[in-house]
């Protein structure tokens, strides 16, 4: 176990709300990753924190956006869902510094638009 | 752009069966490429991993196969179990890129008891 838990777990909304994701990691850690999941995608990179304030752009960051203010937690923010944002998210975190450290995913939290 | 692609994207195997799963990648600086196991409702648990500097790793019943110069490498499991049925991912990271990993699409493998 990891020690990465994600809320909330399940959410449906309406289009044009705002949404946060949370992700609280126990392991004091120093990268954070969100990643979503969609079929025949596999998982693609939104961003990324390689610190406390320290963010970077993934593949798919258009609409998104993320703080991390405490090393334990990482936000995901949809400022305005839109329906295309329908999908499974997953945190991850980056165990240790080595050169090969892999990264350990927490279950995700399934995001409905409507 | 897919810099990691995977095949099959769905696979039938018979219990006691091999699985091999076949991911391509074209980005030369990868030098890392892990391989995830992920059961529905559940994030991806990783399974096993490689290095380019290395043809083959194994690790119980999984087998990662590397070939740098094809630019190609496979995952094999030996002697498939019902409880091996679950979706896997193929993925691969960049020297330097601050531990990001790029994924392929998965593949879903049953395994018939």
């Known amino acids: 176990d990891a020690g990465i838990t994600q809320s909330p777990r399940h959410k449906v909304t309406e289009t044009g709300t705002p949404v946060t994701l949370r992700c609280h990691q126990t392991?004091?850690?120093?990268?954070m990753y969100w990643y979503r999941q969609d079929p025949g995608h596999g998982l693609r990179l939104i961003h990324y924190?390689?610190?406390?304030?320290?963010?970077d752009k993934g593949e798919v960051s258009d609409g998104y956006s993320v703080s991390r203010s405490k090393t334990e937690d990482f936000l995901l923010t949809l400022e305005s869902a839109t329906s295309s944002q329908t999908s499974v998210y997953f945190c991850?975190?980056?165990?240790?510094?080595?050169?090969?450290?892999?990264?350990?995913f927490g279950d995700g939290t399934r995001l409905s638009i409507l | 752009q897919q810099q990691v692609k995977q095949s099959p994207q769905s696979l039938i195997v018979q219990k006691g069966g091999i699985s091999i799963i076949n991911c391509a990648y074209e980005?030369?600086?990868?030098?890392?490429f892990p391989w995830y196991q992920q059961f529905p409702g559940k994030g991806p648990a990783l399974l096993i991993a490689?290095?380019?500097?290395?043809s083959e790793k194994k690790e119980g019943r999984f087998t990662i196969s590397f070939n740098k110069s094809a630019k190609q490498f496979s995952l094999h499991i030996m002697d498939s179990q019902p409880g091996d049925s679950a979706t896997y991912f193929c993925a691969a990271r960049e020297e330097g890129s601050a531990r990001q990993l790029t994924f392929g699409s998965g593949t879903q493998l049953t395994v018939l008891p």
């Open positions: 991850a975190i980056s165990m240790g510094t080595g050169r090969n450290q892999p990264q350990h």
């Open positions: 392991e004091n850690h120093r990268y």
């Open positions: 980005n030369t600086a990868f030098d890392y």
């Open positions: 924190s390689y610190g406390v304030k320290d963010t």
């Open positions: 490689i290095r380019p500097d290395v």
